[in-house]
């Protein structure tokens, strides 16, 4: 592994860390649900609304950040009818994004920097391309963002819930490198644990466990019933190493979940 950073929080605090934190890697997927709270704090200020028509007709926001507007995972033209199957897609999550740049009057990286990036501290996080997988950070940024995501500031508890709770529930997917799954639950802009076997997280993570791993041999997750969060970051990317990570994301998942557990 030619670089590698993690940290564990534990009730709002970080308890462990390795490697070098301050070292800036592409986040990947994780950009997702930094993209998502942003679009989440533009409808808590009044810019758009998760009805809002975006997408393919008959798609909203919602849908887009769900990966339920039915486009395919980079194509311009939907694959499928909205609402029909959970299809990942960097074209669902671009598109909200858009929408939220039009609505606003800014470029959506200045918009990200200015609700998420500025007030939160995360002073060496920055979205420099696609919202769906070009944000670049560090462990002890993402440690703020963590925090967060399980103590919100800058949006409500309500709207916060909603973006951690299944939509669209019935829906069946594939979650690209790992396996195809019904149903397959998703957020807004975030993955959902619940049941899925096997899975990038531990099997001592609750069903409640949220969060995403990306393609740059990224993940993190929270654990809301435990008040637990992991994060590492690598620089290999996952398709060099899908087999081990695999078994290594969750060993590593177990461990975290266990230690804590002994010393509570």
Not at 64 to 82: K, N, Q, R, W
Not at 137 to 147: A, E, P, Q
Request: net charge negative; hydrophobic share 40%.
């Amino acid at each position: 592994m030619p670089h590698a950073a993690a940290a564990v929080i534990n009730h709002d605090s970080v308890v462990a860390t390795h490697g070098e934190t301050d070292r800036t890697f592409r986040l990947a997927s994780i950009s997702k649900i930094i993209t998502g709270w942003t679009c989440l704090i533009a409808v808590e200020e009044g810019s758009v609304s998760l009805d809002d028509a975006v997408g393919p007709p008959g798609s909203t926001l919602r849908h887009c950040l769900a990966h339920a507007s039915g486009y395919g995972f980079d194509t311009a033209t939907p694959i499928m009818g909205v609402g029909k199957r959970r299809i990942y897609s960097n074209t669902g999550i671009e598109i909200a994004a858009k929408h939220v740049a039009e609505r606003t009057g800014l470029m959506f990286a200045d918009y990200m920097n200015e609700a998420i990036f500025e007030p939160l501290g995360m002073s060496d996080t920055s979205l420099k391309a696609s919202p769906a997988y070009a944000i670049f950070s560090t462990v002890h940024d993402m440690t703020l963002f963590m925090k967060e995501l399980m103590n919100p500031t800058l949006i409500s508890h309500a709207t916060a819930q909603d973006a951690v709770a299944v939509q669209y529930p019935e829906l069946g997917g594939v979650i690209p490198g790992l396996g195809s799954y019904k149903p397959n639950p998703w957020g807004l802009g975030i993955e959902i644990r619940d049941h899925k076997q096997p899975h990038w997280t531990g099997s001592m993570n609750s069903p409640q466990t949220f969060g995403h791993f990306g393609g740059s041999g990224t993940m993190m997750w929270i654990d809301p019933t435990i008040n637990t969060g992991l994060i590492a970051l690598t620089d290999r990317n996952f398709d060099e190493w899908s087999a081990e990570a695999l078994v290594a994301w969750p060993s590593l998942s177990d461990a975290v979940i266990h230690s804590l557990s002994n010393h509570a």
